[in-house]
């Protein structure tokens, strides 16, 4: 049967190609030929080799009312986060449905992490009650739909580290227990098999850590342990899972990037850069190296997230506090060929976390 009638395959798969990921829940239930069609992973490749795919910035950010008091400041109500996407092309801001019963918006401080065409939100504390949650949802642009994943197994942690290598797999290390006590575990899971893995211990304890995927391995950076609260470390460790083992410790990874009271935040590029935002400015490891290569705008106050894509790298942080509406938010996008910066446009509201996503 063909895909469309009175058309050769390759020109229906063509159209199909490029038609917007917000169309694909209305293409997939037109009949089973489409349905298939749009649901084989050469697909989703074939839309990035011909350049068709898009790009998303998905961010948590705190919903704001902009005609509620803020007060005195002495009483303080918890936010309420929601996802929010941004079209890299179109400039189009949306916002995701609210995963089913979770009234009270997202966990706080949860980690967004994208695999595929899905968007994974994982742990993070409880808005109401601040308890860990071991949860585990994920968005499908495909279905444009929630689905629950198998909980984060083991203690339940938060504050951990957590990264994907955006084909299948999920990794999350260190953090802290409910007794506050920091980690050394880590734990992988695969997103298709809606399984988690157990992976051997860490050399140390990391909380607060950082995680990234870069040149084909996981590497969880900084952190702290339980005595040390706060001053954290310039350490990193590598997973290879290749051999399911942790490769030796990096003493001093984060030794030309800044101090133990404020780590920088870290990004991987596809061609296997690095880069690092700390105090205002830009660096990347160049030859076991961290250099200088420009200077973050100075309306941005704190880094909250930070991505590289070919050719750019995307900075969103916080601006000035507006009273009454919360925190400013302040994206921008720099052209690493020319370091030009763009400012983005943005909403107001604090950022807790970010992905991005090609589909």
């Known amino acids: 049967m063909e895909l469309i009638p009175n058309l050769p395959d390759d020109v229906a798969r063509e159209c199909l190609l490029r038609a917007s990921y917000k169309q694909f829940p209305i293409i997939a239930s037109v009949c089973k030929g489409w349905n298939r069609e749009v649901s084989l992973p050469e697909f989703f490749h074939q839309r990035k080799a011909s350049r068709h795919s898009q790009e998303l910035l998905i961010l948590s950010q705190a919903r704001v009312d902009p005609d509620k008091d803020s007060g005195s400041g002495k009483s303080f109500t918890t936010p309420e986060y929601r996802v929010v996407v941004l079209e890299s092309g179109s400039g189009l801001w949306t916002e995701l449905p609210p995963i089913p019963g979770q009234s009270n918006g997202l966990p ?33 642009f495909f279905t444009s739909k929630w689905r629950v994943g198998a909980t984060m197994p083991g203690v339940r942690r938060s504050f951990f580290g957590c990264a994907s290598d955006s084909d299948r797999t999920v990794l999350v290390a260190g953090g802290h227990d409910e007794e506050k006590c920091a980690l050394t575990s880590a734990i992988v899971y695969d997103v298709a098999e809606d399984k988690w893995t157990f992976l051997p211990d ?23 342990a339980t005595e040390e609260q706060g001053h954290f470390s310039k350490t990193a460790e590598s997973f290879y899972a290749s051999t399911w083992q942790w490769g030796p410790l990096t003493e001093d990874f984060l030794d030309d990037t800044g101090d133990t009271v404020s780590p920088p935040i870290c990004a991987a590029g596809e061609n296997g850069d690095l880069y690092a935002c700390w105090r ?68 107001v509201g604090h950022v807790q976390a970010g992905c991005f996503l090609e589909v």
């Not at 000035?320 to 763009?342: H, P, Q």
């Open 280 to 347: 205002g400015d830009v660096m990347v490891l160049l030859n076991d190296t961290w250099q200088k290569v420009g200077q973050i705008p100075a309306d941005v106050y704190n880094v909250a997230y930070v991505a590289v894509r070919p050719g750019k790298l995307i900075v969103i942080g916080t601006g000035k506090a507006l009273t009454g509406y919360g925190e400013a938010t302040v994206g921008y996008i720099c052209d690493l060929s020319s370091s030009r910066w763009v400012k983005l446009e943005t909403h």
């Open 108 to 140: 706080l401080f949860c980690r967004l992490v994208s695999v595929g065409s899905d968007l994974i939100v994982l742990g993070g504390l409880d808005p109401v009650t601040w308890q860990a949650s071991d949860s585990v949802f994920v968005f499908s």
């Open 202 to 224: 860490m050399a140390r304890e990391r909380d607060e850590c950082k995680a990234i995927f870069h040149a084909g391995s996981f590497h969880v950076i900084g952190g702290y």
